[in-house]
C-alpha cells in the first residue's frame, strides 16, 4: 500500500484522490453537515434533497439518485399531534432479569428458604425469625454430617478390625509354618526314636505284660503304638521327656495346619487323640514325679536338650490372643481362678494354725516335759501338715486338668503347646494375665479372703470337682461350662 503521507498536499476544499477514488476534504464534510441539522429545535427537519456522503466519481460503486418527496415538508411544532407518551420496550437483559427473580422467588417458597428482601420491610422479630430459620437448618446440616461421619466412622472401624482379626491369623500361621519347619530340621532320627521307646530288646515284651502291673498309656505318635507304664514314663530323664513333649508337638502343629485350612478335615480327630495323650503324660509325670514335673516347666526344650530357661513375659502376651477364648471361657477361667487361689487361701491359714501347735520343748526351749508327749504330738502335727501339702497339691493337678481337659478345646490345648515351644506355658501365668485385663482381683488379695469361712472355701471347691467327674474322653475335646456348677 502507498504511504499518502509522503504525497503532495491536498489543496483545501477540493477533493483528494487515493487509488482512483476521489474523497471530499474536511472543511466540504463539515459544510455538508451543516446542511442537515434543523433550524430551530421546535421543527422537526425533513431533507427534501438527495445528499450522498461521498463523491463516488469512480464506476465502483455507483449510487443512484433518490426523487425527493413533495409531500415531505417541514411542519411547525404546533401542527404536530400530541401523542401519548411512549412505553420503553423491555431490553431482553431486564426482562430475563426478572424471569430470573420470579424463578428465584418460586425456588425460596418451595424450599421454605426465604430471605429478609421476601417478605416486606425488616424487622425485629423478622431478624429473629429468619436466624431462628437459619439456625435450624445449620442444625440440620451439622446432625447430617455428624451422621454421615459416624457411619464412615463405624464401617472404617469396622474395616480395620477384620483386617486385624485376618493379619493376626496370617501372622500365627506362619508363626506356625516356621515352627513346623524347625521342629521337622531338628527331628530326631528313627534309630533315636526307637531308643526312646523301646530300649532295648526286652521293651517290646515288657510294654505287653507292664499293662497288668499297674497304669498304663498308650501313644501313637508313630506308625506303631506305644504302651508304658504310668510308672516307668514318670521316670524318664529330662531329656527324654522333651523328646517326647517335642514329637507331641511337631504332630499337633501340622494338625494345626490342616484344621485352619479345612474344619472338617479328617485331621481333626487325630489332633483330638495326640492332646489327650499329651495331657495324660503331663498328669502322669506330675502324679509320680512331682518334682521332675515342676523342673520340666522351667526348661528350654530345643532338639531334645534341656536349658534352664522360663518363658518371657512377652512371649506370653503374644500367646493369649492365639487362644482365641470365648467370653464364655473366659467367665469360666476366672471363677475357677477365684476357687482356686480361696481354697489354697484356706490351706495357708490351715498351715499356719498347725505350725502354731508345735511345742517349744521340741525346739529345746521349755524343760520338765515328757519326750515321749512331745514326739507323738509332734507326730501327729507333721502328718496334719503332710495331708495339707498333699491336698494343695491335689488342688493344683485338678486346676491344671480342668482347664486343659475341660474348658479348653483340643484345638486351643494344640495351640498352646506349639506356640510356646520351646517353652511349657503355665496356666497360672495364662490365668493370670487374663485377669489383669479384666480387673480382676490380685493373687494375694484372693488368698487373703476372709469374706468367706474355710469350710465355705472347701465347699466352693467341691464344684470343681464335680466338674471334674463329668468330663469324660467323648466330651473333653469341647469346652465344658463350669458355671453351671456355681
Known amino acids: 500500500m502507498r504511504d499518502i503521507s509522503m504525497d503532495s498536499p491536498v489543496p483545501t476544499g477540493i477533493p483528494g484522490e487515493f487509488m482512483g477514488v476521489n474523497f471530499p476534504s474536511i472543511e466540504y464534510s463539515l459544510d455538508m453537515l451543516k446542511e442537515f441539522q434543523p433550524q430551530q429545535p421546535t421543527e422537526f427537519f425533513v431533507p427534501t434533497t438527495s445528499i450522498a456522503p461521498l463523491d463516488f466519481v469512480s464506476d465502483l460503486f455507483p449510487l443512484c439518485p433518490v426523487p425527493a418527496d413533495p409531500e415531505l415538508q417541514p411542519l411547525a411544532s404546533a401542527e404536530l399531534p400530541a401523542s401519548p407518551p411512549a412505553k420503553q420496550a423491555p431490553s431482553t437483559s431486564s426482562s430475563g432479569s426478572a424471569a430470573k427473580d420470579r424463578k428465584t422467588s418460586r425456588e425460596r417458597q418451595s424450599s421454605g428458604r426465604w430471605s429478609t428482601r421476601d417478605k416486606g420491610p425488616v424487622t425485629e422479630s423478622r431478624k429473629l425469625e429468619v436466624n431462628r430459620e437459619a439456625q435450624r437448618r445449620f442444625r440440620q446440616r451439622q446432625k447430617a454430617r455428624s451422621r454421615s461421619i459416624e457411619t464412615q466412622l463405624a464401617e472404617a472401624t469396622t474395616a480395620l478390625h477384620e483386617m486385624k482379626a485376618k493379619h493376626s491369623q496370617l501372622e500365627a500361621r506362619n508363626q506356625l509354618l516356621e515352627k513346623v519347619a524347625r521342629l521337622n530340621h531338628s527331628q530326631s532320627p528313627p534309630s533315636d526314636r526307637t531308643l526312646l521307646w523301646q530300649g532295648d530288646p526286652a521293651w517290646s515284651e515288657q510294654a ?11 501313644f501313637t505318635l508313630w506308625d506303631q503304638d506305644c504302651v508304658v507304664t504310668v510308672d516307668e514314663l514318670s521316670k524318664l530323664p529330662l531329656p527324654k521327656m522333651a523328646k517326647l513333649y517335642t514329637a507331641f508337638v511337631q504332630k499337633l502343629a501340622v494338625c494345626l495346619l490342616e484344621v485352619d485350612g479345612d474344619p472338617n478335615s479328617p485331621m481333626v480327630e487325630q489332633m483330638n487323640n495326640w492332646t489327650a495323650e499329651a495331657t495324660c503324660f503331663a498328669v502322669a509325670v506330675a502324679l509320680y514325679n512331682p518334682e521332675a514335673f515342676r523342673t520340666f516347666g522351667q526348661l ?3 532338639m531334645g536338650s534341656v536349658l534352664p530357661e522360663r518363658m518371657s513375659d512377652e512371649a506370653y502376651n503374644e500367646l493369649l490372643p492365639k487362644m482365641e477364648y470365648t467370653e464364655a471361657q473366659v ?4 471363677h475357677l481362678r477365684r476357687l482356686y487361689y480361696g481354697k489354697l487361701g484356706q490351706l495357708y491359714r490351715q ?3 498347725l505350725r502354731s501347735q508345735v511345742p517349744l520343748a521340741c525346739m529345746g526351749e521349755v524343760e520338765g516335759i515328757c519326750a515321749t ?16 501339702a498333699a491336698e494343695e497339691y491335689s488342688v493344683f493337678l485338678q486346676s491344671f486338668c480342668a ?11 494344640g495351640i498352646n503347646m506349639v506356640h510356646a515351644y520351646p517353652y511349657v506355658a503355665h496356666k497360672d501365668r495364662v490365668v493370670g494375665m487374663l ?4 480387673g480382676e482381683p490380685s493373687m494375694n488379695t ?17 464344684q470343681v470337682t464335680a466338674y471334674l467327674d463329668s468330663i469324660s474322653m467323648a466330651n473333653m475335646h469341647m469346652h465344658q461350662p463350669l458355671l453351671r456348677w456355681h
Not at 208 to 218: A, P, V
Request: charged content about 30%.
Open 373 to 388: 508327749d512331745n514326739y507323738t504330738l509332734l507326730s501327729g502335727l507333721a502328718e496334719k501338715l503332710r495331708v495339707n
Open 351 to 353: 498351715r499356719k494354725e
Open 331 to 334: 467367665q469360666d477361667l476366672l
Open 403 to 413: 482347664i486343659f481337659r475341660g474348658v479348653q478345646t483340643s484345638r486351643q490345648r
Open 435 to 438: 485377669a489383669e485385663q479384666r
Open 446 to 462: 484372693l488368698l487373703s479372703d476372709t469374706s468367706k469361712s474355710d469350710l465355705q472355701h472347701a465347699a466352693d471347691w467341691q
Open 208 to 218: 505287653h505284660t507292664k499293662g497288668s502291673q499297674g497304669l498304663s498309656l498308650t
Open 300 to 302: 528350654r526344650l530345643d
